[in-house]
């Protein structure tokens, strides 16, 4: 499970998504979420389907390792689909027995909600598959710039954004050596219940914590030894500009939103919200 996540990694192919300001994929990442929000039918999803297929066909990004972060959240998805599915009222009856009652207005919202999750997640990997943390963090800090002026941490909340991201597959790959090592010792983290699990992570997370705290112990006395004093006066290497390549992305996502509103217009709602 831990090879499936793919948050925090990066995907380092040339390509027209790759290439883009980290900016604008900021900007146009939280326009996706708040278009996955607005559908609520059918034609609706499809278009999101489309939309991101078409955007991993443009960053070049093998679909197979899209759908890889989705595989973590299974129990979610599951969790989500049958609270929906048991606890959401409705007037057509499909199925009832004893307590046990489904609707086709549950069914429609258990099966809408979970497909919503799963647009929320492919769109999130995406950004960090085409954007390194370095690139991340640079543009997070341009677009909370102007909050400096009410003395809003900016450098500091994207440099902590950026460790994290860079350092979730450092911590997987530590997490799956020990859990290896452990393993060829006779340790077993499958079987039994859920004390007994919880009891067998305990050999697991013991070394992990005082992995990643040597880490940061190490990093923090790198960034020292290298006179690391926050934004105050840093220069960049690369500076960000938008290209009319960031525009022709803008025109895109907005087509997406007004085809969204339209078909929420004009299409009736497939449920209830």
């Known amino acids: ?17 790759h290439r883009l300001d980290p900016r604008i994929k900021l900007v146009l990442t939280l326009a996706f979420i708040v278009s996955v929000f607005l559908v609520n039918s059918l034609p609706g999803y499809l278009l999101i389907v489309g939309f991101i297929f078409l955007a991993a066909r443009k960053a070049r990004v093998p679909f197979r390792l899209l759908l890889k972060s989705i595989r973590p959240l299974r129990m979610i998805l599951i969790f989500t689909f049958v609270l929906n599915l048991f606890f959401t009222a409705g007037d057509q009856v499909l199925l009832e027995f004893w307590v046990i009652r489904i609707t086709s207005e549950s069914l429609r919202q258990a099966v809408f909600y979970s497909l919503r999750l799963v647009f929320l997640v492919l769109g999130t990997s995406l950004l960090t598959l085409t954007t390194s943390p370095v690139a991340l963090s640079d543009g997070l800090e341009l677009l909370l710039g102007p909050l400096k002026k009410i003395r809003f941490p900016a450098h500091e909340l994207a440099m902590m954004m950026t460790i994290a991201l860079r350092f979730i597959p450092t911590l997987l790959d530590e997490t799956d050596r020990i859990m290896k090592a452990q393993m060829a010792r006779g340790a077993d983290f499958e079987s039994g219940n859920l004390i007994a699990r919880a009891r067998a992570m305990v050999p697991l997370l013991v070394p992990l914590f005082v992995s990643a705290f040597r880490r940061a112990g190490d990093l923090a006395m790198a960034m020292e030894s290298r006179c690391y004093h926050g934004g105050e006066g840093r220069t960049r290497f690369r500076v960000l500009k938008i290209t009319r390549m960031d525009w022709n992305a803008c025109l895109t996502v907005v087509l997406l939103i007004v085809l969204i509103i339209l078909e929420r217009t004009f299409v009736p709602a497939s449920f209830p919200f």
């Not at 499970?1 to 998504?17: A, I, R």
């Open 1 to 17: 499970m831990l090879t499936n996540l793919t948050m925090g990694q990066y995907y380092p192919v040339d390509s027209l998504v």
